[in-house]
């Protein structure tokens, strides 16, 4: 992906036709395993006005000038449809679900593409654990063609840590999770070694330690996040509190994100709030906040938990392809 | 002084690490979905040879080595040394056996060579991808030994050995591919 042979031969997808038949049936199996179980496919807008405050997503922002807004209007592209699919929630659609496009400036890799497909849905009176259940059918349904695989397993995000780094990372200091990275044989550069952040520690953690040797020949779910990554779900009291999330893995892929979903508009504003400081902090840009779902949860969001999935992933899965490139007609490249 | 973001990192970049100058081999990008974003490097360093790995965070920057990548030819051996010439401007240079390393095998006189500058100073020499080699000495018979999946060794002019089919015989030139060490096919 590094050099770009041209036109002449770039032209061409950089997906076999088999594969794009592949995504079209998978496609239709999530739709008939959706309206089988009376969940409403709904779309919303890829451009809004606002954009999420997360400072570890980038919003692409483009511009519209015409009738409505003689003056001109910036428009975000979603990173996910999380927030108006929350409005239609509160409105009362009982379970919803959506297949859409979204875009992250600054992804691009083996399994990153800066736009790409994501399945979204929401289950009202469900909490994380009846979704994780669902999320695990709806995958093996999915995959059932193109592999066996032995029943989910269910891990925390301590026990995950415990077992494959060997570390607690609710009583790990900066200082010890960089003795533990070394210990790994992960050689970090002069900046990254002097990193006081302790997320910063369990995502480089994860990512290079843990998430090789999740779902291997199974599905594992890790849940109950430290509360300071909890993102959109509810934090959970206790000792230490948290987060009410879960993330699917197979074959060391992160797949799949859940939350048991915070429904309170102050404590959701609050967090905005803080990563709209953390973004000013990193000298990232600030965006505008999203006031409609603000006074949507004010209304009252009814219980429910929600999931996106990486569909281009899941296709790469059950291709067997080791590019997210192999699964997309144009990538970024080619687009 | 010239540096690349992680942005710019890709396979070849020569950078400095460590205080050596070094070539990515590989770059991932890595980022759980709501976390930190990582480039995952795979780094040469072009003193040592050693191929390691290293972490940076996305938008990182790293300093750039001085280093270009000369065409030359390949003149003599002198014991110590290996001498080359720029063919245009005649300018000659000598590059050790730190330089060489590997590739002396293939190195025969007047093959243009590519030869990595760091500072002004040879760094590597890589020859041709593809050689053209006398046969010095392979075993005569057709009947050979049919056990090794076909072929025999042959040794070359430049004491390289590769495999070759048996029907190449003493005295023949051959094409060898330098990066994989395999014959190709009779010059």
Redesign the interface.
Known sequence: M?TSPGPESDWRPSATLEVLKLRARLLQRLRVFFSARGVLEIETPALSGTATT?P?LASFATHYTGPRFPQGQTLYLHTSPEFPMKRLLAAGSGSIYQICKVFRD?????Q?NPEFTLLEWYRVGFDHHRLMDETGELVMDLLAQSMSLQSPERLTYRESFQRHAGLDPFATSADEFGQAARMH?????P??VS?KAP??W???L???VVEPKLGQGRLTFIYDYPAS?A?LARIQPGNPPVAARF?LYLNGI?LA?GFHELADADEQRARFERQLHAREAAGLPAVPLDERLLAALAHGLPDCAGV?L?FDRLVMLASGAHTIEEVLAFPLERA | MATYST?EF???LKVMLDGDPASIVEN???????????S?VRIRNLKTGRT???????G?T?EAADVVDVEMQYLYNDGQFWHFMNPESYEQMAADKNAVGDNAKWMKEQDVCIITLWNGLPLIVEPPNTVTLKVTETDPGLKGDTSGGGGKPATLETGAVVRVPLFVKEGETIKVNTRTGEYLSRA
Do not use: Y
Not at chain 1, 185 to 189: A, D, E, K, L, P
Not at chain 2, 28 to 38: H, I, R, S, Y
């Open positions: 590094n997360d570890a600054g992804e691009a890799g083996r990153h044989g992960i050689s970090v550069s900046e990254l990193e997320d910063a369990l995502d480089l994860l990512t290079h990554q993102a993330e992160e994100n996106a990486g | 942005n890709k396979a070849g991932e990008f890595v980022k759980p979905g709501k976390g930190q974003a990582f995952r390691i790995e290293r972490t940076f965070k996305s990182e790293i």
